[in-house]
C-alpha cells in the first residue's frame, strides 16, 4: 500500500466514523440485546430471567396478538391495494396538460405533510358518531349511522379511508416521476402505428412503470404493518384500543403493562412478517417487473 | 404550424376529468377546512347533530386556550429544536458517509456499505426496546440528548447521497487530493456545493419526518418539559383539551408550520420524494 493509498484508507474510516459508530450503538448493539431479551421476562421492575422461547409460544396462544394480527392485515391489505390504484390513477390523470395541474398536485399532496397525531385528531371528529358531518351527512339521507370508531369493523374502514388520505399523495408523486421517466417517442411511434389511448396505457405505460410500482408496493406493505399513530388517537378511547394493531400491541405491552420481554417478541414477529413479505415480493418481481 | 381544432369529445372528456378531480380534490381539502371551522367554533356549535360548516360566532380564543390550557408553547420549541438538530445533524453524517463510500477506496468499504443496507429492512419497533434501555443507561431518558442522539444515523440517507455522488467523477476528488487539499477538504469545498441538490432533499424528507415522529418521543419523554407537538397533542386530548374546538385549534398550528415549509420549498420536498423512489 503506497502512502497515498493508506491516507486514503485513514480518511475513509474517518469519515464514515461517526455514522459506523451511531449504526453500532443504536443498531447492531440494539438488534442484539433484543434478540437476547427476546428469550426473558424482564420488566422495569425485576431483574431478567431466561425463559427460553416461552415468550414466542405465549404469543400463539395469546388472543390479543391474534386480534391485532388480525386487524393488522385487515388494514394493510385493502390500504396496499388502493393506495396503488389511486395514486396512479392521480398520477396518470395528471400526468396529461390538464389546466390547474399544478393546483390539484398541491391539493392531494398536502395531507402527506400533515402530523398523523393531527390527522387522526381531526378524523376522529370527522368520524364522530353523533356530532361529526360523516353521520350528520348520513342523518340527511336518512341513514342512522354507525358509531364508526367504537367496532373493529367499521373501525377499520375509517383507518384504511385516513390512510389513503394522508398516503396517496406521497405515491402519486413518485409514480408521476415515474412517469415522467418514460420517453415521449414511444407514444409517439405507438400513436403512429394506430395504437388507442388504452392501447398504449395497457402495453407502454403500464409495463415502463412496473419498476416504479414494484417499489412503491414493497413500501407500502412496509408501512401498512407498522401503523401506529392513527390507531393509537384514532381508536384509543378509554384505557384500552379497540383496534389494537401489532406496533399499538408492542407499545401497549412494552411500556403500559412493562412487559418489555414479551413486548420485544412481538416485534420480532413483525420482523419476521415484513421479511417474509419482502422476500416473497422481490421473488415475485421477476414475473411481472419489467427492467429496460 | 398545423393548428388543429380539437374534437368536441376531447372537450366533453376533459369536462369530466375536472369534474372528477374536482370532487376527489374537495374531499382530500374538507378535512382541512371542517378542522379550520371547527377550531373556531364556540362550545355550543359543536355540540349539533347537523353540524354547520361555518361557526356562529368565529371564536379566535380557541386559539389563546391552547396556550393557556397546555405548555404549548414549550412543545413548539421543543419540536423545533429537536426538528432542526435531527435534520442537520443527520445530513450532515449522512453525507460525511455517502461521500467517503462514493469516493474513497479502503478496505471492508462495501461491506460495511452492505451491513447498512441491510439495517433497512429492520423495522424500528424491534429496537424500541433495547434502545429505551441505552437511554436509561446514558441517563438520556427525557432529554434532548435522547430525542435527538439515536434518531441521526439514517442508512438510508447514506445510501440516497452515496448514489449521488457515485455520479460525480472520481477525478475531481484525485486531482485536488494531488493539490494536496483532504479528502475533508475536497468533500466541503467541491462535493458539498455539487450535491446541494440530493442533500436539500434528504434534508427535507428529514424534516417532515422528524416533526411528525411519535412514537420515540411517546416512549422516552415523560415530562411536561420534554414533550412535542406529537406527543402534547396525542396525550391531553381528553384529559386538558376537554373542547374538541381548543384540540383542533392545536391540531391545526402543529400542522401549520409544514405547510409554510412546503410553500416555500415545494420544489426541493417534491423532488426528495421522487428522488426516493428512483432506484
Known sequence: MTPAQRQEMRWGYFLIGPMVLGFTVFFLVALGASFVLGFTDWSLLRSPNWIGI????????????????????????????????????????????????????????????????????????????????????????????????????????????????????????????????????????????????????????????????????????????????????????????????????????????????????????????????????????RRWVFYQ | MIIRKKPLRHWIGRFFLHALLMSVGLIFLFPFVWSLSTSLKPMNDLFRTTPSLIPSEFKWGNYQEVFDSVPFMRFYVNTIFVTIARTIGGVFIASLAGFAFAQLRFPGRDLVFFILLAGLMVPDQVLIVPRYILMREFGWLDSYQGLIIPLLFSAFGVFLLRQFFLGIPRDFQEAATLEGASPLRVYWDIYLPLARPAMSAFGFLTLLWSWNEFLWALTITNSNDMRVLSVGIALFEGQYFTNTAVLLAAANMATFPLLIVFLFFQKQLVEGIALSGLK
Open chain 1, 54 to 285: 416461552d415468550n414466542y409460544t405465549r404469543l400463539v396462544e395469546d388472543d390479543r396478538f391474534t386480534r391485532a394480527l388480525i386487524n393488522t392485515f385487515a388494514i394493510a391489505v385493502p390500504n396496499v391495494i388502493l393506495r396503488i390504484a389511486f395514486s396512479l390513477g392521480l398520477a396518470m390523470v395528471l400526468n396529461t396538460k390538464i389546466a390547474f395541474r399544478a393546483f390539484y398536485r398541491i391539493v392531494f399532496f398536502l395531507p402527506v405533510l400533515t402530523m398523523p397525531v393531527a390527522t387522526a385528531t381531526i378524523w376522529k371528529w370527522i368520524f364522530d358518531p353523533q356530532f361529526g358531518p360523516v353521520n350528520g351527512g348520513l342523518r340527511q339521507l336518512g341513514i342512522d349511522g354507525p358509531a364508526w370508531l367504537l367496532n373493529p369493523g367499521t373501525a377499520t374502514v375509517a383507518v384504511v379511508t385516513v390512510l389513503l388520505w394522508s398516503g396517496v399523495g406521497y405515491d402519486m408523486i413518485i409514480f408521476l416521476a415515474g412517469l415522467g421517466a418514460i420517453p415521449r417517442d414511444y407514444y409517439d411511434a405507438a400513436a403512429i402505428d394506430g395504437a388507442s389511448g388504452w392501447q398504449q396505457f395497457k402495453d407502454i405505460t403500464l409495463p415502463l412503470l412496473t419498476p416504479t410500482t414494484f417499489f412503491l408496493l414493497v413500501i407500502a406493505v412496509i408501512s401498512s404493518l407498522q401503523v401506529f399513530d392513527l390507531v393509537y388517537v384514532m381508536t384509543k378511547l378509554d384505557s384500552t384500543n379497540r383496534l389494537p394493531t401489532l406496533v399499538y400491541y408492542i407499545y401497549e405491552q412494552g411500556f403500559t403493562n412493562g412487559n418489555m420481554g414479551y413486548a420485544i417478541s412481538i416485534a420480532w414477529a413483525l420482523l419476521v412478517l415484513i421479511l417474509a413479505f419482502t422476500i416473497i415480493q422481490f421473488r415475485l418481481q
